[in-house]
């Protein structure tokens, strides 16, 4: 008896689990965009940056749950002509779910709500083409996509109608790819603004995984698929001495995040 | 074996330029540059080279009385002698280095050059040179040379960041002009008067002293890649760096060696003046009102003051 | 721009009276390594075959720029009184060739590496270091020529290579050789050493 009614608690436990991650829309969007226009000289050269995300995004259910992540990393690049560019980065990110263990019925209670996780390791692919419409303005398009090496994965300790069982939430093979196109206009002292919309697809495996004592292990998996999500996004690009520039972009898409990248260029 | 042995092209210029075959007698009617033209005299200019000139000429050159200590120059080129009694123990080991260098380091780094193109082997050397980074700083601190350790500390910033994790030297870059502070911590004994000591070659590691020793014992210990563990990994990296920097200045103790009459005396004289100029060099930045040279000045143009 | 600041600098010596030379040593210099570097450089003497013709080119440009007589003795200082007249020709002889030899190989395949001329000083009056440094790709080396003025012109007496002056270098060899044998056994060390070559 006991036995049934704990199993279907914590199935109703798991599947609301789940239903989380089923919607959970955006993704990490790893990082910067960066200028249209790639800041390698024009003969041809590296340029190399690092830089600091804040990315926070929601996602609806029957209640809203945001995400937040705090990604550092660094970038090489090689890019050409003034016209195009590829990049690569790697980098750390965290992850925090607001509410992820919440419960949503009376009978379970758990020691803790959010799902959170340190440092994981992402690595992140792009390259941009620019076109230049005249001295002052181009437009330009980008495609840049992110994999992380690891999984995120927290716990929780969780009593049900009073009997102890954890559960083990995993956020695994985590990554998206994110397409836009930037509009950029120069303005004196080689600063750079641009603007535009992007679009971006993100998937990642969900496993849920419970561990009731006297009961058998329970596990589940799900795997979320995004339906193609857009955005928008800003920035500025500003010449520093002696070669350095600072970058500060924000990117909307239902939630507003930020950065900020300081970048040299060889 | 130190950095010294990155030697020198341009001994040739003195080779080429002292370089007379016995059988060339186009040479003296050769002598056409503009610069002849103020010469009249005819006493100057290598006798030497031509045999069949008249006696007198000879002897003019060669004549006694000219003061051979050279005394009389106000510039006094440093005597530089260190005592060496372990000569013997130093000749076998500078004979087992030599032996070690042919047979073992130059044919590994040698095949090594062949397959890594010279970019990679670049990039390999700034890494291991961005990690002698705490050897620099404390020295420069001890020799209480601020910015030295200032620019020391900001090459090592930007490099690890933006110069991929020290494979790139951007700091080095006309631009940044951050140039790297090359002493260490024999150098900075040496700034505090202690002197060289003796002369040990050591086996593998080189020609030293004892001052220069206690520097490669301290390196050691600021040094990221002996930490590594097990010891093996560790040797390991060193042996690799070791090869990699040959890689760069093959021929260089050839050459040095070749143009020797005594291969061990040249090597030991080259050390003594190499850490003599460089302790001098770094006293001279420190008290700048003490400099050597006499500057006349017209003859110091405004021209890119590089350190050495 | 060096040539410039050579005739800039001739001006203001007028101006502050100091003798009329200075500056000159530098040009001298640059010229020269110039010179060389066009030999080195020229397309036509590419080939094997050329390279006699090379080392004939350079060697009248370098007898121009070097003293080697000065250079020989400051090599031996007190030593070079005991040699005769006939010892000291062909010492002199013989120690250009070893020099030769062993560098006219390397300084041929030279010919892509920037040379910096970036500073000139007077060491006295008669006396004066120019600093140069060559820059390749993987490495920076400092050269130093130091110059005597001789009969109104200047010609390079040393070699300072990254800190390590030739003159004394070998002026330690001589010496420990000359403690213990006589001028003539040096002589045949020297010419066992240019037949071995």
Same mark, same amino acid.
């Given at each position: 008896?006991?036995?049934?009614?704990?199993?279907?608690?914590?199935?109703?436990?798991?599947?609301?689990?789940?239903?989380?991650?089923?919607?959970?829309?955006?993704?990490?969007?790893?990082?910067?965009?960066?200028?249209?226009?790639?800041?390698?000289?024009?003969?041809?050269?590296?340029?190399?940056?690092?830089?600091?995300?804040?990315?926070?995004?929601?996602?609806?259910?029957?209640?809203?749950?945001?995400?937040?992540?705090?990604?550092?990393?660094?970038?090489?690049?090689?890019?050409?002509?003034?016209?195009?560019?590829?990049?690569?980065?790697?980098?750390?990110?965290?992850?925090?779910?607001?509410?992820?263990?919440?419960?949503?019925?009376?009978?379970?209670?758990?020691?803790?709500?959010?799902?959170?996780?340190?440092?994981?390791?992402?690595?992140?692919?792009?390259?941009?083409?620019?076109?230049?419409?005249?001295?002052?303005?181009?437009?330009?398009?980008?495609?840049?996509?992110?994999?992380?090496?690891?999984?995120?994965?927290?716990?929780?300790?969780?009593?049900?109608?009073?009997?102890?069982?954890?559960?083990?939430?995993?956020?695994?093979?985590?990554?998206?790819?994110?397409?836009?196109?930037?509009?950029?206009?120069?303005?004196?002292?080689?600063?750079?603004?641009?603007?535009?919309?992007?679009?971006?697809?993100?998937?990642?495996?969900?496993?849920?995984?419970?561990?009731?004592?006297?009961?058998?292990?329970?596990?589940?998996?799900?795997?979320?698929?995004?339906?193609?999500?857009?955005?928008?996004?800003?920035?500025?690009?500003?010449?520093?001495?002696?070669?350095?520039?600072?970058?500060?972009?924000?990117?909307?898409?239902?939630?507003?995040?930020?950065?900020?990248?300081?970048?040299?260029?060889? | 074996?130190?950095?010294?042995?990155?030697?020198?092209?341009?001994?040739?210029?003195?080779?080429?330029?002292?370089?007379?075959?016995?059988?060339?007698?186009?040479?003296?009617?050769?002598?056409?540059?503009?610069?002849?033209?103020?010469?009249?005299?005819?006493?100057?200019?290598?006798?030497?080279?031509?045999?069949?000139?008249?006696?007198?000429?000879?002897?003019?050159?060669?004549?006694?009385?000219?003061?051979?200590?050279?005394?009389?120059?106000?510039?006094?080129?440093?005597?530089?002698?260190?005592?060496?009694?372990?000569?013997?123990?130093?000749?076998?080991?500078? @004979?087992?280095? +030599?032996?070690?260098?042919?047979?073992?380091?130059?044919? *590994?780094? !040698? $095949?090594?050059?062949? #397959?890594? %193109?010279?970019?990679?082997?670049?990039?390999?050397?700034?890494?291991?040179?961005?990690?002698?980074?705490?050897?620099?700083?404390?020295?420069?601190?001890?020799?209480?040379?601020?910015?030295?350790?200032?620019?020391?500390?900001?090459?090592?910033?930007?490099?690890?960041?933006?110069?991929?994790?020290?494979?790139?030297?951007?700091?080095?870059?006309?631009?940044?002009?951050?140039?790297? @502070?090359?002493? +260490?911590?024999?150098?900075?004994?040496?700034?505090?008067? *202690?002197? !060289? $000591?003796?002369?040990? #070659?050591? %086996?593998?590691?080189?020609?030293?002293?004892?001052?220069?020793?206690?520097?490669?014992?301290?390196?050691?210990?600021?040094?990221?890649?002996?930490?590594?563990?097990?010891?093996?990994?560790?040797?390991?990296?060193?042996?690799?760096?070791?090869?990699?920097?040959?890689?760069?200045?093959?021929?260089?103790?050839?050459?040095?060696?070749?143009?020797?009459?005594?291969?061990?005396?040249?090597?030991?004289?080259?050390?003594?003046?190499?850490?003599?100029?460089?302790?001098?060099?770094?006293?001279?930045?420190?008290?700048?009102?003490?400099?050597?040279?006499?500057?006349?000045?017209?003859?110091?143009?405004?021209?890119?003051?590089?350190?050495? | 721009?060096?040539?410039?600041?050579?005739?800039?600098?001739?001006?203001?010596?007028?101006?502050?009276?100091?003798?009329?030379?200075?500056?000159?040593?530098?040009?001298?210099?640059?010229?020269?390594?110039?010179?060389?570097?066009?030999?080195?450089?020229?397309?036509?003497?590419?080939?094997?075959?050329?390279?006699?013709?090379?080392?004939?080119?350079?060697?009248?440009?370098?007898?121009?720029?070097?003293?080697?007589?000065?250079?020989?003795?400051?090599?031996?200082?007190?030593?070079?009184?005991?040699?005769?007249?006939?010892?000291?020709?062909?010492?002199?002889?013989?120690?250009?060739?070893?020099?030769?030899?062993?560098?006219?190989?390397?300084?041929?395949?030279?010919?892509?590496?920037?040379?910096?001329?970036?500073?000139?000083?007077?060491?006295?009056?008669?006396?004066?270091?120019?600093?140069?440094?060559?820059?390749?790709?993987?490495?920076?080396?400092?050269?130093?020529?130091?110059?005597?003025?001789?009969?109104?012109?200047?010609?390079?007496?040393?070699?300072?290579?990254?800190?390590?002056?030739?003159?004394?270098?070998?002026?330690?060899?001589?010496?420990?050789?000359?403690?213990?044998?006589?001028?003539?056994?040096?002589?045949?060390?020297?010419?066992?050493?240019?037949?071995?070559?």
């Amino acid at each position: 008896m006991k036995k049934e009614i704990l199993t279907k608690n914590f199935l109703v436990v798991a599947l609301t689990a789940l239903l989380i991650f089923t919607i959970n829309g955006k993704a990490s969007a790893a990082g910067l965009f960066g200028a249209p226009q790639t800041v390698s000289k024009e003969a041809g050269g590296l340029n190399t940056a690092i830089g600091y995300w804040y990315h926070e995004d929601t996602y609806k259910n029957d209640t809203d749950q945001i995400i937040r992540q705090n990604e550092v990393y660094s970038q090489v690049a090689y890019g050409a002509k003034n016209i195009w560019e590829i990049y690569a980065r790697i980098g750390v990110s965290d992850m925090k779910i607001f509410d992820a263990f919440s419960s949503t019925d009376a009978l379970t209670t758990t020691n803790k709500n959010d799902f959170e996780e340190n440092w994981k390791f992402f690595g992140t692919l792009g390259t941009k083409g620019f076109y230049p419409i005249n001295k002052t303005f181009g437009i330009g398009a980008f495609i840049q996509g992110t994999y992380y090496f690891s999984n995120f994965t927290d716990d929780v300790a969780r009593t049900s109608s009073g009997k102890p069982f954890t559960t083990d939430l995993k956020v695994k093979n985590l990554w998206d790819v994110n397409f836009g196109v930037g509009f950029q206009a120069t303005i004196p002292y080689g600063i750079k603004l641009y603007a535009g919309p992007y679009i971006y697809y993100s998937e990642a495996k969900v496993s849920l995984a419970a561990n009731i004592p006297s009961l058998e292990y329970a596990a589940g998996n799900v795997s979320i698929e995004n339906k193609s999500i857009a955005g928008g996004f800003a920035g500025i690009d500003i010449p520093l001495a002696k070669g350095f520039r600072l970058n500060v972009e924000c990117q909307y898409s239902d939630r507003f995040s930020a950065g900020a990248a300081v970048s040299y260029t060889y | 074996m130190k950095s010294y042995l990155t030697l020198i092209v341009l001994f040739i210029f003195l080779a080429v330029g002292c370089a007379h075959s016995p059988s060339s007698t186009v040479l003296p009617q050769a002598r056409s540059s503009p610069q002849q033209v103020l010469l009249a005299s005819n006493s100057d200019q290598i006798p030497a080279k031509s045999l069949g000139k008249p006696v007198g000429n000879i002897d003019d050159e060669y004549k006694d009385d000219q003061n051979l200590d050279y005394t009389n120059d106000t510039f006094k080129e440093e005597r530089v002698e260190i005592a060496d009694p372990l000569e013997p123990f130093n000749k076998a080991m500078h @004979q087992f280095n +030599d032996k070690l260098y042919f047979w073992a380091l130059k044919p *590994v780094a !040698q $095949g090594y050059k062949k #397959v890594v %193109p010279e970019p990679a082997r670049i990039g390999v050397r700034n890494f291991f040179s961005n990690l002698g980074f705490p050897n620099r700083f404390f020295s420069c601190l001890l020799q209480t040379d601020f910015s030295g350790a200032a620019t020391e500390a900001g090459r090592f910033t930007i490099n690890t960041i933006w110069g991929i994790g020290g494979l790139l030297d951007p700091s080095s870059n006309k631009e940044l002009d951050l140039q790297k @502070q090359d002493t +260490d911590l024999g150098q900075t004994l040496g700034v505090y008067g *202690v002197g !060289q $000591g003796f002369y040990i #070659v050591w %086996p593998i590691l080189g020609p030293s002293s004892p001052r220069d020793s206690i520097d490669i014992a301290s390196d050691y210990f600021l040094y990221p890649v002996s930490y590594i563990s097990p010891w093996y990994a560790g040797l390991g990296v060193w042996g690799y760096e070791k090869v990699n920097a040959t890689s760069l200045r093959i021929g260089d103790y050839e050459s040095l060696k070749d143009a020797a009459i005594d291969p061990y005396v040249a090597f030991r004289d080259a050390y003594i003046q190499y850490r003599l100029k460089k302790v001098k060099a770094r006293k001279a930045k420190l008290a700048p009102s003490e400099t050597q040279e006499v500057n006349s000045p017209s003859a110091d143009p405004v021209l890119p003051k590089k350190e050495n | 721009m060096k040539k410039q600041f050579a005739v800039l600098s001739i001006l203001i010596i007028f101006v502050l009276s100091i003798p009329v030379y200075a500056g000159v040593p530098m040009t001298t210099v640059e010229a020269t390594v110039n010179r060389v570097l066009d030999v080195l450089r020229a397309a036509k003497l590419k080939s094997p075959a050329a390279k006699e013709k090379k080392k004939e080119k350079l060697r009248i440009i370098y007898k121009d720029m070097f003293d080697e007589i000065e250079f020989s003795k400051r090599t031996l200082t007190r030593n070079w009184n005991k040699f005769s007249p006939a010892e000291r020709v062909e010492f002199v002889n013989l120690f250009e060739q070893i020099l030769e030899k062993s560098y006219i190989d390397k300084i041929l395949d030279y010919s892509n590496e920037k040379v910096d001329f970036y500073k000139e000083s007077m060491l006295s009056e008669n006396q004066a270091e120019i600093q140069t440094k060559i820059v390749t790709a993987s490495k920076e080396i400092p050269i130093f020529y130091r110059m005597i003025l001789k009969d109104g012109k200047w010609k390079v007496y040393d070699v300072v290579v990254e800190n390590v002056s030739l003159v004394q270098n070998y002026r330690t060899q001589f010496n420990d050789i000359l403690i213990k044998d006589t001028p003539e056994q040096l002589l045949e060390i020297l010419r066992k050493k240019v037949k071995a070559q």
